[in-house]
DNA sequence: TGTATTTGACCCAA
DNA sequence: TTGGGTCAAATACA
């Protein structure tokens, strides 16, 4: 990203900051006024008394805050930074201006007779979105690598995968993986087509979300001691981790007590968007072979929660990146942001 | 034996 | 013509 680039979306993060805090503020004053004096209400609206009114209406914030945050996403489709973005299909909303390739149709064999192997229409522009990685993020899907091929230009093989389910469920989701530089080492993530297989396991039953919310009814999986911690303690966990050993691909756990761990969210979480705390190593997968084992952290910060509800998937903004560009911290812009 | 990965070959779009 | 996406046989492993 350039320098004047980031400025740019610093300043205007600040803006939206700085207007979340007004807002914030103001109906502070209007909640504490309603439940003292109703009558007052009015003096706080500024319409009388000798209390100031508040430099902008609750109106105006709103309007500045999303004008900030679209001026942000702006700035970051800009140029080559089309990674900036990492909100996939159906994560619309507030971020719905983001980088989404419109699509064709989804790749389809030609109708000629099977056989004939690489026999394919390749697809011109497809429904995809990027990320871009500092370390292997584990996406809670279940992908299957169907094919590896050196990039031009590229010191690292591309790695094709598709989902599971593509055969026993028809599911179109695929994913391109990329190592893109050595130092640090950036992971280029491409997913393309929407998941539409099923899960067997019911969202609310792995939705991960930030256990520093009290009374927060959902499952926070604890990578680190290998079990998970339900809020409520009486949930049962019904994320699978699936072990494997000898040619396990994928996502593998190091502390894990067998070879591996495959941590297999389904689609629906995905989908609604989960918090995901992962602090542990991550031994490298196959497919990933020659590559660091990365410090495994993955955030992904839903915006608009409704107390804990499950998440709509167009009111989340997903940041699986370090969520900090030059020391800038994201995460904690948005926490204050959006606290 | 079943499942997943590897890898060379095939074929299309640019 | 060639890079890239996919296929499918071969292979590995539990």
Not at 202 to 221: M, Y
Not at 314 to 330: A, C, K, P, T
Request: proline residues 5%; neutral net charge; glycine residues 8%.
């Amino acid at each position: 990203m350039l320098p004047e680039n980031l400025s740019a979306v610093v300043q205007q993060l600040l803006r939206g900051q700085d207007s979340a805090k007004k807002l914030r503020d103001l109906l502070t004053v209007v909640s504490s006024v309603d439940q003292k004096k109703p009558h007052m209400k009015e003096e706080v609206d500024g319409a009388g008394g000798d209390r100031s009114p508040p430099p902008l209406a609750a109106k105006d914030l709103l309007g500045d805050i999303f004008q900030s945050l679209t001026s942000t996403i702006s700035i970051l489709n800009k140029g080559s930074f089309e990674e900036a973005s990492q909100v996939p299909p159906g994560g619309g909303g507030l971020f719905s201006n983001s980088v989404k390739s419109e699509e064709s149709e989804e790749s389809s064999k030609c109708s000629t007779a099977r056989g004939r192997r690489g026999c394919y229409r390749r697809r011109k522009i497809s429904d995809s979105w990027t990320t871009l990685s500092s370390s292997l993020v584990d996406d809670g899907q279940q992908w299957r690598k169907y094919g590896q091929k050196a990039i031009l230009n590229t010191s690292f093989p591309r790695s094709y995968f598709r989902c599971t389910h593509q055969l026993d469920q028809g599911c179109p989701a695929k994913k391109q993986v990329q190592m893109t530089s050595e130092n640090p080492p950036v992971f280029r993530t491409i997913y393309t087509g929407k998941h539409t297989c099923r899960s067997l396991l019911k969202p609310s039953h792995i939705i991960l979300a930030d256990p520093r919310v009290p009374g927060d009814t959902s499952i926070l999986l604890n990578f680190e001691t290998g079990q998970s911690t339900d809020n409520n303690s009486n949930t049962t966990t019904a994320t699978r981790a699936r072990i494997r050993g000898g040619k396990t691909r994928g996502f593998s756990c190091s502390s894990a007590p067998s070879a591996a761990v495959k941590c297999e969210a389904r689609e629906e979480a995905i989908a609604n968007y989960v918090n995901v705390s992962c602090n542990n190593l991550w031994s490298s997968s196959s497919e990933y072979e020659g590559f660091p084992s990365p410090d495994y952290t993955l955030l992904e910060s839903a915006i608009g929660s409704d107390q804990g509800d499950v998440l709509s998937s167009n009111q989340s903004l997903e940041v699986n990146m370090d969520l900090s560009i030059d020391g800038f911290d994201f995460e904690e812009m948005l926490a204050h942001t959006f606290s």
